[in-house]
Nanobody, 125 residues
């Protein structure tokens, strides 16, 4: 079984940037769908960004143009570059993986089977 370990969270002022990292040992991007999700108190968990095994990406409307998902296969690491952060981006961010098909991976409510422990992002005004 693999491990998903997030890092890079923290506190930042609105308008600032953060880069989250996720060590994806055991979940090669060539066969796994990888994604970033977030959840804030009182809200449902939502998919922020995904990348399937074909390299196709999909973003939530709320982060399009501000966030970028990428991966470094040599380092087995998934990234989420977050720019122009807003207070509403404050949440616990989770890295997730699933061995699903490339097309299913990108649908809005696709289920992911493997999760990291999360990293907190707090954006203040």
């Amino acid at each position: 079984q693999g491990q998903l370990v997030e890092s890079g969270g923290g506190s930042v002022q609105a308008g600032g940037s953060l880069r989250l990292s996720c060590a994806t040992s055991g979940y090669p991007s060539s066969t796994y769908c990888l994604g970033w999700f977030r959840q804030s108190p009182g809200k449902e968990r939502e998919a922020v960004a995904k990348i399937n095994s074909d390299g196709t990406t999909k973003y939530a409307d709320s982060v399009k143009g501000r966030f970028t998902i990428s991966q470094d296969n040599a380092k087995n690491t998934l990234y989420l570059q977050m720019n122009s952060l807003k207070r509403e981006d404050t949440a616990m961010y989770y890295c997730a993986a699933d061995g699903t098909t490339p097309n299913y991976c990108l649908i809005r409510f696709a289920r992911f089977g493997f999760w990291g422990q999360g990293t907190q992002v707090t954006v203040s005004s």
